[in-house]
């Protein structure tokens, strides 16, 4: 079989000898290299464990042999975790989306269980039609679709800072939420990337260019792990907008020109050379007495002397 016609393990090949791969073959290669490794490390420990433990209430050739089996099956899970970790990332990645279909799918069956096809059109139509048409129910809807997308582009940009930099791990993304500017995403970071990395110039203009955005600020979610980030992404500026205060509706329009004013406030159109020339008469303060301080008496009533535990 020619190279170009091999088939990987989590992809497919076409007649052109254009792979088309979900995991890419050095990754697969890594996580099935730790997988060995960790399937070795497991049956040691956890079969050495075993048997000692075994041995004091069987005989001890039975428990070595069911400390070697129970290694061998932990040893057999924990290989099979690893191998599969970059498949289940890739779920993890696509949970929420995941999980709508599945509610669209099983709901739309049971709706048509349930109701007759008239009934089903009109509940979806009412479901799809309302947040599309009234503008407060459609801005959280959209707020929580964009929260979908920006992770997904968040891990995007992340694959190109590491195949840039070659060294680090994609980062566990984490859920994220709207806020009133965007959206704020939390992330946990892998080795090989750091918060500094994501600092540096022209990192976050990067980020902001992949999120469709404005600006993008980076920050530690926690002072305890350094790995724990969280990104606030800006779309827009609530403080920009126009508001519009009632308060010039409350003040009356038929105050006459020379209405009296309060004897604090200074008169109105006053010039500097119409003010009097007065005296300013200042007084000097004068040092209050400082009162004598209590001289501590030597002796008390009784005939005690302090100084004695001096």
């Keep these: ?3 170009s016609s091999q088939r990987s393990p989590f992809g497919w090949s076409n007649r052109g000898g254009n792979n088309v791969t979900v995991i890419e073959a050095p990754v697969a290669r890594s996580y099935r290299r730790r997988a060995v490794i960790a399937f070795w490390v497991t049956l040691g420990v956890v079969g050495l464990l075993a048997a000692t ?32 970790w970059p498949v289940l990332r890739v779920f993890w990645h696509w949970l929420p989306e995941i999980v709508l279909g599945l509610a669209a799918v099983y709901g739309w069956t049971t709706l048509m269980q349930s109701t007759p096809l008239w009934g089903s059109l009109l509940i979806v139509a009412l479901v799809v039609g309302v947040p599309a048409a009234i503008t407060p129910v459609r801005r959280p809807v959209m707020a929580w679709i964009w929260c979908l997308i920006v992770r997904h582009r968040l891990r995007l940009c992340f694959a190109a800072f590491i195949a840039t930099n070659r060294h680090g791990s994609l980062p566990l993304i984490l859920p994220a939420r709207p806020t009133p500017a965007g959206e704020r995403v939390w992330v946990w970071l892998r080795p090989g990337l750091s918060l500094r990395d994501l600092e540096q110039e022209g990192q976050v203009q990067k980020l902001a260019v992949a999120c469709w955005a404005n600006e993008v ?5 926690n002072r305890k792990y350094a790995a724990f980030i969280r990104i606030d992404i800006t779309r827009r500026e609530p403080l920009a907008g126009k508001v519009v205060s009632p308060l010039p509706d409350y003040v009356p329009t038929d105050v006459p020109v020379n209405a009296p004013t309060s004897p604090g406030m200074p ?5 500097l050379p119409d003010v009097p020339d007065e005296p300013v008469t200042t007084t000097a303060d004068t040092p209050r007495p400082r009162k004598p301080r209590n001289t501590p008496t030597t002796e008390s009533p009784n005939g005690f002397d302090p100084s004695d535990y001096a």
């Design 1 to 3: 079989m020619s190279k």
């Design 53 to 84: 433990v075994a041995s004091h209430y069987l005989h001890p050739i039975v428990g070595a042999l069911l400390g070697v089996v129970l290694g061998a099956v932990l040893g057999a899970v924990v290989f099979a975790l690893i191998v599969a």
């Design 267 to 271: 008169p109105v159109g006053l010039d």
């Design 217 to 221: 600020r980076v920050m530690r979610a």
